[in-house]
């Protein structure tokens, strides 16, 4: 028995080490090969009118997803509290932040049969064995974005799909409302470096991580706030300051300590959540001492900040 734990073990580290060898390689083709910058001309511009009546555009990035439109139903549920306590924004949930060109894991790649299967037994199992695979091709992910060698290039082409799809929703950069980008989990990495690039749109662009895990990267210091909610008994969210040295007390030149000391990060204690699950930040079932639910209650957090109450 103990053999095969120890051969179960191996093959695990395997298939994750070659998660982690080749999760540079598609931002490295976009950008050798494949990167267009071009940003839509006047006539597309044009067309989405002179009066934006929204007050403002929220882009949602989920942290385990295999696409921006197959998120958990959970994570859907949340976005819809957002909406009824946020009336006047549009809430954007088609940006898959795991890829440079927005492909999802089901798209056009060799291994979309596998992924296909994987997301659908996920949605189904109550088994996070499915949830693992895919989260741990996205943390792969997330370390490009944080990696100061590939992370411009990534963070360019999130930037890029981003802009795309606010322009798809009604964006008009000419009137420069504000945006809000949410990030879950290591979404909330993806969305700072996200940031570094859309501020250049002279839009206020506000990053929300939920139970976010992010490195000391500058887009802590372009955003114009950064809310971090932070459940007391999610312990991922730790290892942000555990594993990137930008995030220790000892590096005061850090992104991270200067944005602190700018008052740029706010710390929301979101209670006693856990990082994903049963109790996290999406659940219905468990609810605080003033009878709240948890997903009620982050659903709040969130559209207060938006409206301007946090």
Same mark, same amino acid.
């Given at each position: 028995?103990?053999?095969?734990?120890?051969?179960?073990?191996?093959?695990?580290?395997?298939?994750?080490?070659? $998660?982690?060898?080749?999760?540079?390689?598609?931002?490295?083709?976009?950008?050798?090969?494949? *990167?267009?910058?071009?940003?839509?001309?006047?006539?597309?511009?044009?067309?989405?009118? !002179? =009066?934006?009546?929204?007050?403002?555009?929220?882009?949602?990035?989920?942290?385990?997803?295999?696409?921006?439109?197959?998120?958990? #139903?959970?994570? %859907?549920?949340?976005?819809? #509290?957002?909406? =009824?306590?946020? /009336?006047?924004?549009?809430?954007?949930?088609?940006?898959?932040? %795991?890829?440079?060109? !927005?492909?999802?894991?089901?798209?056009?790649?060799?291994?979309?049969?596998?992924?296909?299967?994987?997301?659908?037994?996920?949605?189904?199992?109550?088994?996070?064995? $499915?949830?693992?695979?895919?989260? +741990?091709? !996205?943390?792969?992910?997330? +370390?490009?974005?944080?990696? /100061?060698?590939?992370?411009?290039?990534?963070?360019?082409?999130?930037?890029?799909?981003?802009?795309?799809?606010?322009? !798809?929703?009604?964006?008009?950069?000419?009137?420069?409302? &504000? *945006?809000?980008?949410?990030?879950?989990?290591?979404?909330?990495?993806?969305?700072?470096?996200?940031?570094?690039?859309?501020?250049?749109?002279?839009?206020?662009?506000?990053?929300?991580?939920?139970?976010?895990? $992010?490195?000391?990267?500058?887009?802590? @210091?372009?955003?114009?706030?950064?809310?971090? @909610?932070?459940?007391?008994?999610?312990?991922?969210?730790? @290892?942000?300051?555990?594993? $990137?040295?930008?995030?220790? &007390?000892?590096? &005061?030149?850090?992104?991270?300590?200067? +944005?602190?000391?700018?008052?740029?990060?706010?710390?929301?204690?979101?209670?006693?959540?856990?990082?994903?699950?049963?109790?996290?930040?999406?659940?219905?079932?468990?609810?605080?001492?003033?009878?709240?639910?948890?997903?009620?209650?982050?659903?709040?957090?969130?559209?207060?900040?938006?409206?301007? =109450?946090?």
């Amino acid at each position: 028995m103990t053999a095969y734990l120890w051969y179960g073990a191996a093959l695990l580290g395997v298939i994750i080490l070659a $998660f982690a060898l080749v999760a540079p390689f598609e931002a490295l083709k976009w950008w050798s090969r494949d *990167i267009d910058l071009t940003l839509p001309d006047s006539p597309q511009l044009d067309a989405l009118g !002179n =009066e934006d009546e929204h007050q403002c555009y929220v882009v949602y990035l989920t942290g385990i997803g295999g696409s921006g439109e197959s998120l958990a #139903r959970r994570e %859907f549920g949340f976005l819809d #509290r957002v909406k =009824e306590r946020a /009336p006047g924004a549009v809430i954007i949930t088609d940006v898959f932040p %795991f890829s440079v060109t !927005n492909n999802p894991l089901t798209g056009e790649r060799t291994l979309a049969w596998f992924w296909a299967a994987m997301h659908r037994a996920r949605l189904k199992a109550k088994s996070i064995f $499915f949830e693992f695979w895919i989260g +741990a091709r !996205n943390v792969c992910q997330v +370390a490009v974005c944080s990696d /100061p060698r590939y992370g411009p290039i990534y963070n360019l082409g999130i930037a890029k799909e981003v802009y795309q799809a606010l322009l !798809n929703h009604g964006y008009d950069p000419r009137q420069r409302k &504000p *945006i809000y980008l949410v990030g879950y989990s290591g979404g909330g990495q993806v969305a700072l470096g996200a940031a570094c690039y859309l501020t250049r749109l002279m839009s206020k662009v506000t990053v929300i991580t939920v139970g976010g895990v $992010f490195s000391s990267i500058p887009g802590l @210091l372009l955003a114009d706030r950064v809310h971090c @909610l932070v459940g007391s008994r999610d312990r991922t969210v730790w @290892l942000g300051p555990l594993l $990137f040295p930008g995030r220790w &007390p000892i590096s &005061p030149r850090s992104a991270w300590n200067k +944005a602190k000391r700018r008052g740029k990060v706010s710390i929301v204690d979101m209670g006693p959540m856990i990082h994903s699950g049963k109790g996290d930040y999406f659940t219905r079932s468990v609810t605080l001492e003033n009878g709240k639910t948890y997903a009620d209650h982050t659903a709040d957090v969130v559209a207060d900040i938006i409206n301007g =109450e946090r």
